[in-house]
Every structure is written in C-alpha cells, then in structure tokens.
C-alpha cells in the first residue's frame, strides 16, 4: 500500500500564456471591427471587466490530475468539459504496471500518522487493499472486486476546459465553502494557471 500526495501535470506541456491571449484577442477583436489600440493582454481584461467571456471559450487547456476518487466525483459534475479517468473496471492494481498494490491520497487532514483517527484510516485502507487482493485471487474480475474501494484511492484524470470554463471551475472549486481536498486540488491548478496565462484568471 502506498499513500501520496495529489499532484498534477499539464497535458501538452505548460500553455503558452502570451499566444493564448493573443489569440482570444483577435477573436474578441471581431466583435467590435476594431484594430488594435492597445496590447492583448489589456483588451482581453477589459472584455473580462464587461462580462463579455464567450471571447475565453476560442480556447482550451487541458491538465491531467492525480487525487482521491471522491475529489473526481466532484471534477466531473462540470458539464462542460472533456474527461479521461483511469478506470477500475480494466485496471487490475494486483498486476505488476501498479507494484501490486493499492495506492491511496492522504486526507489532507491528516498531518500526523500516529494518531488515532489517522492509525483507523489507514488500517481501513489496508483492509480495502486486503480484501479487493483477495476477491481477485477468489476469482473475481476488476469490474467486481472495485465494489470494495474506497473514495481515497488514488487516480488520474485527464480534465480539458475552455479558459471561460476554468474561470467557473476555480469560481466554484477554490471557494471556503468546496470540500478541502477539492479546494487543495483547486487552488494549485489555479496558481499554476496564474502563472502560466496571464489576465484571465487574476481576480478569481
């Protein structure tokens, strides 16, 4: 059994911010038949400033993340959006590509091991790891043995949105009232996007 931290990665490599905004720039640009006055990175803000983000939709961006089942649950309720995930249907995690075991997302509660609720959760990952082992070996396919899973268990999705998208996305997930470990997952994907396109996501 192993425990780990989420993570992420962008899926084509880190977007390149200035050709994004540049291009979200022409689109907008159309709209209004005006050439342009001022750089990209302004005009796309002032779009922003006036509610006008059916402009962002003329371009996406997609990421592949590694959390807890239960974070997915709530990943996939945006509508509107491409997923990936991996599947524990075809996924057989006693076969050798997964080391043979059962790799779990640690609460992002849970600081200290040793402790009493921390010691029950990861013995009840150990019996999940235990159980859905032994139902493969009793004959049991992937597809049925997953019944005994648990939400903490670790897996990947693929998530592509539109920039418009991402901006409800963060809106929503990076909010004091999102579950903590969707809001953890959130608030780094958000940081990274900062970072990484600029203007479209400041104020969120």
Known sequence: MKIIEPSFQ???GEPD???IIASLARAGRVCYQSEPKNNDADFIRRIIMRGH???LEHEKVSVMVVCDRGVTH???RHRIAAYSQ???RYCCYAAGKFGGELTFIRPLWMENETDPAAKRWIAAMEESEKAYMELLELGWTPEKARSVLPNSLKTQIVMT???REWRHFFRLRCDEHAHPQMRQVA????DAFRKAIPVVFDEI
């Open 17 to 19: 911010g200035a050709a």
């Open 161 to 163: 949105m539109d920039i």
């Open 10 to 12: 962008w899926l084509n």
């Open 86 to 88: 991996e599947s524990t």
């Open 74 to 76: 709530e990943i996939v």
């Open 187 to 190: 608030d780094m994907l958000l």
């Open 53 to 55: 983000e059916s402009v």
